[in-house]
């Protein structure tokens, strides 16, 4: 029989440090729960690094890791991570480290988060946020220029990655070795609309989208807040026991 795959994102709570963004201890309890079933294959596919996955998310047994946007892997059981840039041409991220100093040494209170695949500019602190918006704008048309990288347009931040990864491609080669009888995918970033994306024509496969409904997404289902998501996972353990 086809195993039950469920996959999605890693949801926190939005902070004034994203650094301080973390899983609730409603949604890790409801993992490990739904991790515990043998039939089920669940994955954390997360912009986040892998100290931060290995610290609240590592000790989940059966559970599946992927760190910024794919640019590491961890199968369930395994110790080690795997580099899936250790090959690449990452040059590129000299140059916009260059172009995010100039805009923060401008806008007092933001900051510079440098992960192996991205680099991002967080402004969401700034002392003015309305002129940080504002020069974001200009960071955007800068960015832009440099090859070989995708700009996302985030939650109060400009973020630079690599376009060899991305977790539309962390599903996509999950999905190779996974035979699958229902998908479930969820996010609440842009980010995760590669992950929508990789999974449209998939009749198995059920995405949701978190935040307004107003929201522009490929996902054909949407929830409102994180927490119906918790709920959502809550119920899919209720229905695994019952089984």
């Known amino acids: 029989m086809p195993t ?10 939005i902070t004034i440090n994203p650094a301080d963004a973390q899983p609730t201890p409603a949604l890790l309890h409801y993992l490990n729960d739904l991790c515990k079933d043998p039939s089920n294959t669940v994955w954390i596919i997360s912009g986040r690094d892998q100290s931060f996955l290995d ?3 590592g000790k989940i047994p059966r559970l ?3 760190a910024e946007h794919g640019s590491f ?18 040059s590129w991220k000299d140059t916009a480290l260059k172009i995010f100093e100039k805009y923060t040494n401008c806008n ?46 985030g939650k109060m931040n400009l973020e630079v990655r690599s376009l060899l990864v991305n977790k539309g491609e962390v599903v996509k080669r999950i999905k190779q070795k996974q035979e699958s009888d229902f998908i479930m995918c969820v996010g609440d970033d842009q980010t995760d609309e590669d992950m929508f994306n990789a999974l449209k024509n998939d009749d198995k496969a059920f995405c949701i989208s978190v935040g307004p409904l107003s929201k522009i997404t490929l996902a054909k289902y949407s929830v409102d807040q994180s927490e119906d998501v918790v709920n959502i996972i809550a119920q899919l353990v209720s229905n695994n026991s019952t089984l």
């Open 4 to 13: 039950r795959t469920l996959r999605g994102a890693c949801f926190c709570s």
């Open 64 to 66: 599946g890791l992927s």
């Open 55 to 57: 610290t609240y998310l």
């Open 73 to 90: 892997m961890k199968k369930a059981g395994l110790n080690d991570w795997v580099d899936m840039l250790k090959d690449a041409d990452m």
């Open 108 to 153: 007092p209170g933001t900051v510079i988060e440098q992960k192996k695949s991205s680099i991002t500019w967080h402004y969401r602190n700034a002392s003015d946020t309305e002129e940080a918006e504002r020069q974001s704008v200009l960071c955007h048309k800068e960015l832009i220029e440099i090859p070989g990288v995708d700009i996302l347009v």
